[in-house]
């Protein structure tokens, strides 16, 4: 995945997060002469990294580009250990709530700011959103990873795990072992991240030329896998505006998953479908109508004042 082709408003850069697990984030300006908006700081999920905003692989501009466009400041982080932020020699037992802490400290130096999240970097959103909720001004969630509160606790065992692999209802979960740092294979990628019909599958081979080695822990807890993952106090305490947005071809986000993932944190819900979009599933921010989704983001941030 390559770097955005119009950088016009001066992209650049900067490190952030906490001292053990210092972050990467590309900033992407608000264009000039245009009224500014909120910031929005856009975390990817597990096994990518912010590349995933700021291009697409066929070579279209990413959403960070698009949403500065729109006058928003926008900081695509990279999770610690992953792109370009520094290494970590513990990456397979990287916690969620470590990562969690290192964006809540970028969040805390320019917010208030909208936390754009995906997938894994879900239970982090909730997570920050309630402990410094005075610099989070809204969450939009592209199919989010719900607070550990309301995932079922599986079992910590790898053979019970594996018989519930391709229950949709938790996420399709697996068990990692925590020696060592998760690599996927194409056929992973092929299932669960570029099997909808709008993936550009013809840029398939630069898309996963992208994809990572990730925590295993990161894995479990996302599954909440012994019921150590990550959780909230109170939804009660996440009052700012939450939009949790899904597509109708991500095979571990079911229309009713997310919907109660919504409902449970009083957020509001977007089944694509409903809005006469069609077609997408987990990696909808590079898939080939990705700018209908975005024009859809914004024009909710639009509606909240942001």
């Known amino acids: 995945m390559h770097e955005p082709t119009r950088p016009d408003f001066g992209a650049h850069c900067l490190y952030s997060g906490t001292p053990d697990r210092p972050i990467y984030a590309a900033i992407v300006a608000a264009a000039p002469n245009t009224p500014r908006r909120t910031p929005v700081v856009m975390v990817h999920g597990g096994c990518h990294t912010g590349a995933c905003y700021l291009a697409t692989p066929d070579g279209r501009d990413g959403w960070a580009g698009q949403f500065a466009s729109a006058g928003h400041d926008v900081y695509a982080v990279d999770w610690p250990g992953h792109g370009r932020s520094p290494a970590c020699a513990d990456l397979p037992q990287l916690a969620t709530r470590a990562i969690a802490a290192s964006i809540r400290v970028l969040v805390e130096a320019i917010g208030p700011a909208v936390l754009l999240v995906h997938s894994a970097s879900g239970p982090m959103a909730w997570w920050i959103a309630e402990a410094a909720p005075?610099?989070?001004a809204a969450v939009i969630g592209i199919a989010?990873?719900?607070?550990a509160n309301i995932l079922p606790a599986l079992p910590d065992d790898p053979d019970e795990v594996a018989k519930l692999r391709d229950d949709a209802r938790l996420g399709c979960p697996v068990m990692m072992p925590e020696d060592r740092p998760v690599v996927v294979d194409a056929a992973f990628i092929r299932a669960y991240w570029a099997n909808a019909p709008r993936?550009?599958?013809?840029?398939f081979e630069l898309y996963a030329n992208g994809?990572?080695?990730?925590?295993?822990r990161l894995f479990n807890e996302r599954f909440n896998i012994g019921g150590r993952g990550l959780a909230i106090g109170d939804p009660?305490?996440?009052t700012m505006p939450k939009l949790i947005v899904t597509g109708d071809f991500d095979l571990r986000h079911p229309?009713?998953?997310d919907a109660a993932t919504a409902h449970y944190l009083g957020a509001d819900y977007v089944w694509l479908p409903d809005r006469g979009i069609h077609g997408n599933g987990h990696m909808m921010m590079i898939e080939n109508n990705s700018d209908d989704i975005a024009a859809l983001l914004?024009?909710?941030l639009h509606d909240k004042g942001l």
Do not use: Y
């Open 236 to 238: 009660a305490n996440l």
């Open 298 to 300: 914004l024009g909710w």
């Open 199 to 203: 993936f550009p599958t013809q840029a």
């Open 134 to 136: 005075n610099t989070v």
């Open 144 to 147: 989010p990873g719900g607070p």
């Open 211 to 216: 994809i990572v080695p990730e925590s295993a």
């Open 255 to 257: 229309r009713a998953v």
